[in-house]
């Protein structure tokens, strides 16, 4: 039995601040804003989801969440109504960049928040997020490891390693905390989705989560662990900030080289990364690889191949 528009959409493939960001004159922003083709400007990181093509699943509601939604005309409302084919949101993490777009949907259409307690306490302890009326809203705590069906869609929910969030932290010192993996696959059949924009460490969950994907959108947050440090925007590492990097000793290009003939694709990419340029070395190794680059509107069907 087949799944009638089953598909994933990348509604934003850029790390916090997007690129170019708005402070922000490094090489690849610059090239971005002067419409180099060779750098993509990018919105921050989020994705919707759909099992059936009725119903949709947006994981992480970025910023930007308002523009991409204007942007994608699966989402549109139908002619002449006041309504919204999104009907559930799911949050990986409490960061800015994947909470602060919920406002955008405080306007009184019905849909559910699923996310872990410590994210919704989050929400609960800001009261501007009262403004989602739980008369319209709910908010659904999930308990990893667990199975949750979503908009037409079975979910795999996993724990990672993560870090608290950067508002969070205290006296800098870097929180532990955690982060949501998940495995999505249409209900009526087809292929199944790893979704993992935040990624602070392979465990044996997560590798056998990502051997049951037919495709891995993977957290391609930095190349260099120092890459901050490597352009000049900082001292932090990718570690520091709760991201595996994709190169070295321990990366995560291991990891995806090995799930091949996957298809596997890099996402939440920092404005920092060298593959944003198309003809760096750093995205001739992911082209080597066979790995793809997501882009804002990058559409993935899910649907069964035959």
Request: aromatic letters at 2%; hydrophobic letters at 40%; proline letters at 7%.
């Amino acid at each position: 039995m087949g799944c009638t528009g089953a598909r994933a959409i990348v509604l934003g493939s850029g790390a916090g601040g997007g690129l170019p960001q708005w402070n922000c004159g490094c090489r690849h922003c610059a090239l971005a804003r002067e419409g180099d083709a060779r750098v993509v400007p990018r919105s921050q990181a989020s994705l919707a989801l759909t099992g059936n093509g009725r119903h949709w699943l947006i994981v992480n509601a970025a910023p930007d969440l308002r523009s991409q939604i204007i942007a994608c005309t699966s989402l549109s409302p139908e002619r002449g109504t006041r309504a919204s084919p999104i009907t559930d949101v799911i949050l990986t993490g409490g960061e800015i960049d994947q909470i602060a777009g919920l406002l955008t949907l405080r306007e009184g259409h019905a849909f559910r928040i699923s996310a872990t307690s410590e994210v919704l306490i989050i929400l609960s302890a800001n009261p501007i997020f009262d403004a989602l009326d739980p008369k319209n809203v709910e908010r659904r705590v999930v308990r990893p490891p667990c199975r949750i069906e979503l908009a037409g869609l079975a979910i795999e929910c996993i724990a990672l390693p993560g870090k608290a969030p950067l508002y969070l932290e205290r006296d800098g010192a870097a929180d532990p905390g955690e982060m949501l993996a998940l495995l999505a696959r249409p209900l009526a059949g087809g292929l199944g989705i790893a979704c993992v924009p935040g990624c602070a460490a392979i465990t044996p969950a997560l590798q056998s989560l990502l051997a049951r994907a037919d495709i891995v959108l993977m957290d391609g947050t930095v190349f260099h662990d120092d890459e901050l440090a490597r352009a000049g925007m900082g001292t932090k590492t990718g570690r520091r900030m709760g991201h595996l990097p994709i190169a070295g000793e321990g990366g995560t290009l291991s990891t995806l080289t090995d799930l091949a003939p996957r298809r596997r694709i890099y996402t939440h990419v920092n404005n920092t990364n060298p593959v944003l340029l198309a003809d760096s070395p750093e995205r001739g190794v992911l082209d080597a690889a066979g790995i793809e680059l997501a882009h804002d509107g990058m559409e993935i069907a899910l649907e069964p191949v035959t």
